[in-house]
């Protein structure tokens, strides 16, 4: 090859490669739009528009390292939590990346005032015309019935930021308001009910005389889609079934544009939420969080189909409203009664909502959540194309930095609740903390659904409580309620109480506390060893026909098992390890 070729070709190389670099990289997309909502115009050019830029942190596995040392017995930096500030610093992206991003940001035009960065998100105040240009794709006015909003199907960046960047919020994933809907327990009629006299019976929990709560104890109940806990039907709930607590209240805390409206609105989860919760946490403060909007871009599936009548609760907005609150407001244990399928969100995303939940955990925070009532899975199928089919694992119970509550029967001689969903991740591998007692019941009882599960995956649930029968008083009326949405709260109460007597002695809360009840804290449970969880029969959540997987269940077992986890409560067990 001559000279001047070779000079020629490597100045064509450098061209391509310089091409190559200044075109955009697709970060996150859409294929089509939301069902139920339709393009309707272009976005005028100069409307306002807010984008939220998440940031790699500077070490992914910090987050991790740090939240194991504060929550592990045996690690000398056991129970030393990080305030506010220093939590949050876990996330925190390179120095050179948040200038890189800016810089993006500087060279399209964007000014300085236009900004604000938080740490781990750099959010833009920006126009629709500058946020089309800055993530080359267009912008639309959508509608549906008499709502609006302003939408991109997807997103892309330049190549030498991607790698900066974990996710763009509000373009992609955007939130409309929407009627409230009253999110369903699991009901029957039977003669057999459950009041909290009766829970403490059962989970050894004080019966009157409770000790006073420490001036910092806070117990917080998540609330979503529009729920309100009704202060009347408190009041009225105390009056017939639990004189102990009679005069009991608790404050709100509106998130998101939340609201929290009395008289005849959908409140039947957060009344059962609010009235086990006040009940059963002795006298801790119960703070009731109302989290308003709703996700309607979630990834369909059989069981959440059509996204114009069905939507997904905002974690990410949840999650991080509570890591910005100062530390003395801040809950020491928050109970979610609510969950979805894993696969109805991008990883990203899951990720993002779980690393907020770490750091919570880092802060002190106990995360206690529902595990879902779908048994091993409802639709069984998968979303991504390829409709495999498979166990289903929710959400955000399948997060490794939370404690998955599922769900029992048979009050007094309890056994595992049919419902009860459990299973492995698909997201997050096996953690080291309950490594041992999940391989020991996948060795023995695995094998036989080998090929509709992630045998590696973090198992859930983690632990137990009753979940049928309970009384509630809502709209007036005396009505049953149960699913592992009434375990979660009745759970988080022993949690609350346990926190306010380890303060009062000078200690610190127990923050994300698995790994020491998979290790120390294992005799605080009774064994659950009978009964099993059904599901894949056929017909999806939405009732659409879905693949059946006959006799599909995990069976309870000695030990850990992914129906019960470790077992049901002993609260005053648990309670002397705890202290």
């Given at each position: 090859?001559?000279?001047?070729?070779?000079?020629?070709?490597?100045?064509?190389?450098?061209?391509?490669?310089?091409?190559?670099?200044?075109?955009?990289?697709?970060?996150?997309?859409?294929?089509?739009?939301?069902?139920?909502?339709?393009?309707?115009?272009?976005?005028?050019?100069?409307?306002?528009?807010?984008?939220?830029?998440?940031?790699?942190?500077?070490?992914?596995?910090?987050?991790?390292?740090?939240?194991?040392?504060?929550?592990?017995?045996?690690?000398?930096?056991?129970?030393?939590?990080?305030?506010?500030?220093?939590?949050?610093?876990?996330?925190?992206?390179?120095?050179?990346?948040?200038?890189?991003?800016?810089?993006?940001?500087?060279?399209?035009?964007?000014?300085?005032?236009?900004?604000?960065?938080?740490?781990?998100?750099?959010?833009?105040?920006?126009?629709?015309?500058?946020?089309?240009?800055?993530?080359?794709?267009?912008?639309?006015?959508?509608?549906?019935?008499?709502?609006?909003?302003?939408?991109?199907?997807?997103?892309?960046?330049?190549?030498?930021?991607?790698?900066?960047?974990?996710?763009?919020?509000?373009?992609?994933?955007?939130?409309?308001?929407?009627?409230?809907?009253?999110?369903?327990?699991?009901?029957?009629?039977?003669?057999?009910?459950?009041?909290?006299?009766?829970?403490?019976?059962?989970?050894?929990?004080?019966?009157?005389?409770?000790?006073?709560?420490?001036?910092?104890?806070?117990?917080?109940?998540?609330?979503?889609?529009?729920?309100?806990?009704?202060?009347?039907?408190?009041?009225?709930?105390?009056?017939?079934?639990?004189?102990?607590?009679?005069?009991?209240?608790?404050?709100?805390?509106?998130?998101?544009?939340?609201?929290?409206?009395?008289?005849?609105?959908?409140?039947?989860?957060?009344?059962?939420?609010?009235?086990?919760?006040?009940?059963?946490?002795?006298?801790?403060?119960?703070?009731?969080?109302?989290?308003?909007?709703?996700?309607?871009?979630?990834?369909?599936?059989?069981?959440?189909?059509?996204?114009?009548?069905?939507?997904?609760?905002?974690?990410?907005?949840?999650?991080?409203?509570?890591?910005?609150?100062?530390?003395?407001?801040?809950?020491?244990?928050?109970?979610?009664?609510?969950?979805?399928?894993?696969?109805?969100?991008?990883?990203?995303?899951?990720?993002?909502?779980?690393?907020?939940?770490?750091?919570?955990?880092?802060?002190?925070?106990?995360?206690?959540?529902?595990?879902?009532?779908?048994?091993?899975?409802?639709?069984?199928?998968?979303?991504?194309?390829?409709?495999?089919?498979?166990?289903?694992?929710?959400?955000?119970?399948?997060?490794?930095?939370?404690?998955?509550?599922?769900?029992?029967?048979?009050?007094?001689?309890?056994?595992?609740?049919?419902?009860?969903?459990?299973?492995?991740?698909?997201?997050?591998?096996?953690?080291?903390?309950?490594?041992?007692?999940?391989?020991?019941?996948?060795?023995?009882?695995?094998?036989?659904?080998?090929?509709?599960?992630?045998?590696?995956?973090?198992?859930?649930?983690?632990?137990?409580?009753?979940?049928?029968?309970?009384?509630?008083?809502?709209?007036g009326e005396v009505q049953q309620a149960g699913g592992t949405s009434s375990a979660s709260p009745v759970f988080g109460s022993m949690i609350a109480l346990i926190n306010s007597d380890r303060m009062n002695k000078g200690k610190p809360p127990m923050g994300f506390f698995n790994p020491w009840i998979y290790g120390f804290g294992i005799d605080g449970f009774k064994d659950i060893t009978e009964g099993k969880s059904a599901g894949c029969a056929g017909t999806s959540i939405w009732r659409l026909p879905s693949p059946v997987i006959p006799q599909a269940g995990w069976k309870a077992a000695k030990g850990w098992d992914p129906v019960t986890g470790l077992g049901t409560p002993l609260f005053d067990q648990l309670r002397k390890l705890a202290l």
């Amino acid at each position: 090859m001559s000279p001047r070729f070779r000079n020629l070709a490597g100045l064509l190389y450098c061209i391509l490669v310089a091409i190559s670099a200044a075109k955009p990289v697709v970060l996150e997309s859409l294929n089509q739009l939301s069902a139920g909502w339709e393009a309707s115009s272009s976005a005028a050019s100069d409307r306002r528009i807010k984008l939220s830029i998440g940031l790699q942190p500077n070490d992914p596995q910090l987050l991790e390292r740090t939240l194991y040392q504060v929550s592990d017995p045996s690690h000398p930096k056991y129970g030393k939590h990080l305030s506010r500030d220093e939590a949050k610093a876990l996330l925190s992206p390179p120095n050179e990346s948040t200038l890189r991003v800016k810089r993006w940001l500087f060279d399209a035009g964007v000014s300085d005032d236009q900004v604000s960065d938080d740490g781990h998100w750099i959010h833009v105040y920006t126009t629709v015309d500058e946020a089309a240009g800055l993530l080359a794709t267009r912008f639309g006015v959508v509608t549906r019935d008499d709502e609006h909003a302003i939408r991109a199907t997807g997103h892309s960046v330049p190549r030498e930021i991607r790698d900066c960047i974990t996710t763009i919020q509000s373009t992609t994933y955007f939130q409309g308001l929407t009627k409230a809907r009253d999110t369903k327990s699991t009901k029957r009629r039977m003669p057999i009910e459950r009041n909290p006299p009766c829970l403490r019976q059962l989970y050894k929990l004080p019966t009157n005389n409770f000790p006073d709560a420490h001036n910092r104890a806070l117990y917080g109940i998540i609330g979503f889609d529009g729920q309100a806990a009704q202060f009347d039907q408190l009041q009225e709930f105390q009056e017939r079934f639990d004189h102990a607590q009679r005069g009991r209240n608790f404050s709100v805390a509106l998130v998101n544009g939340g609201s929290n409206l009395q008289g005849e609105y959908p409140s039947g989860e957060a009344n059962l939420n609010i009235q086990y919760a006040t009940s059963l946490a002795g006298n801790v403060p119960v703070t009731f969080f109302s989290v308003g909007g709703a996700n309607h871009n979630f990834i369909p599936d059989l069981d959440l189909y059509d996204r114009q009548e069905a939507w997904i609760e905002p974690f990410l907005e949840l999650t991080r409203y509570l890591i910005n609150l100062e530390d003395n407001d801040l809950p020491q244990v928050i109970s979610i009664s609510y969950s979805i399928n894993e696969q109805h969100v991008p990883m990203s995303y899951a990720k993002e909502v779980c690393n907020m939940f770490g750091v919570l955990g880092v802060r002190g925070v106990s995360v206690i959540v529902a595990a879902g009532n779908r048994g091993p899975g409802a639709g069984c199928m998968s979303n991504d194309g390829k409709n495999v089919t498979k166990f289903i694992p929710s959400f955000p119970s399948s997060c490794p930095y939370v404690t998955s509550v599922g769900g029992t029967d048979n009050f007094g001689a309890e056994i595992a609740a049919n419902f009860s969903s459990g299973g492995f991740s698909e997201h997050w591998p096996r953690p080291w903390w309950q490594e041992s007692a999940v391989k020991h019941y996948v060795k023995k009882h695995g094998a036989k659904w080998k090929s509709y599960y992630n045998v590696g995956g973090r198992g859930f649930p983690d632990v137990a409580a009753l979940a049928l029968d309970y009384q509630v008083m809502n709209h007036g009326e005396v009505q049953q309620a149960g699913g592992t949405s009434s375990a979660s709260p009745v759970f988080g109460s022993m949690i609350a109480l346990i926190n306010s007597d380890r303060m009062n002695k000078g200690k610190p809360p127990m923050g994300f506390f698995n790994p020491w009840i998979y290790g120390f804290g294992i005799d605080g449970f009774k064994d659950i060893t009978e009964g099993k969880s059904a599901g894949c029969a056929g017909t999806s959540i939405w009732r659409l026909p879905s693949p059946v997987i006959p006799q599909a269940g995990w069976k309870a077992a000695k030990g850990w098992d992914p129906v019960t986890g470790l077992g049901t409560p002993l609260f005053d067990q648990l309670r002397k390890l705890a202290l």
